[in-house]
C-alpha cells in the first residue's frame, strides 16, 4: 500500500498565482514522494481523454454539481447530469489549455485519499479549511457558472486508484516514473526503527 501512486495537476490557475512551491510542500510535508513530474501545455482532446478516463465521470460530476446546488437551496441551472457535465467538459478545455500545468506523481501510503484530503472539496467557497483548495482560492459554483467558465480550484488530483492508473498512463511514459528511496521513508514505514541511538 505504500506503492499506492496518485495523479496531481497543478491547473493553470495555480501556475499563474505561482503556488507551485506551496502546492509541492504540502504534499511532501505529509510524507508522500514525488516520483514524476513535468510541465506541458494540453491540447483540448488530452484534456477530454483526461477527464473521461473514468466511463462514471460525466454521470457522478453531474450528480454531484447538481446536488451542490440543492444543498444550497438553489435551483440547479440545468437538471440532466449529463448535459450538465458536457458544459463542465467544454469550460475544462479551455481552462486546462490556457497555459501551463505541472503533472507529477506522488507516492506513498494512501496516496489517493490522502491527496483527495489535502487537497479539499471540488468548489473552493466550500471546501474545508486547512486544505489546499480551502486556504488559496475563492471560487464559487454560482459564480463560476454565471460566468459560464471552469471553477478555479487551482489543482486536479485523481478520485480512486483505478483512475489513478489510468490517469498516470496517460500522462507519463513508464520511464518517466522513477523508482527510489527517500531517507524519511524509514521512520514513516519501518517496523523496527534500530539505528537511531547511538
Ligand atoms: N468543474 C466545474 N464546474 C462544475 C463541476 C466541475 O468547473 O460544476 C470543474 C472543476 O474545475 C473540477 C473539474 O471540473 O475540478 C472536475 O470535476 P470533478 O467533479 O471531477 O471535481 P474534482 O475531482 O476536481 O474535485
Ligand atoms: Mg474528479
Not at 45 to 69: A, N, Q
Not at 107 to 126: C, D, M, N, Y
Not at 159 to 165: N, P, R, Y
Amino acid at each position: 500500500m505504500k506503492n499506492e501512486k496518485t495523479l496531481i495537476v497543478i491547473k493553470p490557475d495555480g501556475v499563474q498565482r505561482s503556488l507551485v512551491g506551496e502546492i509541492i510542500k504540502r504534499f511532501e510535508r505529509i510524507g508522500l514522494k514525488l516520483t514524476a513530474v513535468k510541465m506541458i501545455v494540453p491540447t483540448a482532446d488530452f484534456i477530454e481523454c483526461h477527464y473521461t478516463v473514468d466511463p462514471e465521470w460525466k454521470r457522478v460530476t453531474g450528480e454531484k454539481t447538481i446536488e451542490s446546488y440543492r444543498k444550497k437551496g438553489l435551483t440547479p441551472p440545468i437538471e440532466d447530469p449529463f448535459k450538465v457535465t458536457e458544459r463542465v467538459l467544454k469550460n475544462l478545455q479551455n481552462f486546462m489549455t490556457s497555459g501551463p500545468v505541472i503533472a507529477m506523481v506522488w507516492q506513498g501510503l494512501h496516496a489517493v485519499k490522502l491527496s483527495r484530503k489535502i487537497v479539499g472539496g471540488t468548489e473552493p467557497f466550500s471546501s474545508d479549511v486547512g486544505t489546499i483548495r480551502g486556504d488559496f482560492v475563492l471560487d464559487s459554483y454560482q459564480t463560476s457558472d454565471k460566468d459560464g467558465r471552469s471553477i478555479r480550484n487551482l489543482i486536479h488530483a485523481s478520485g480512486s486508484i483505478e483512475d489513478a492508473k489510468k490517469e498516470i498512463a496517460l500522462w507519463f511514459k513508464p520511464d518517466e516514473i522513477i523508482n527510489y528511496k527517500l531517507v524519511s521513508e524509514q521512520i514513516l514505514y519501518d517496523v523496527n526503527l534500530d539505528g537511531i541511538l547511538e
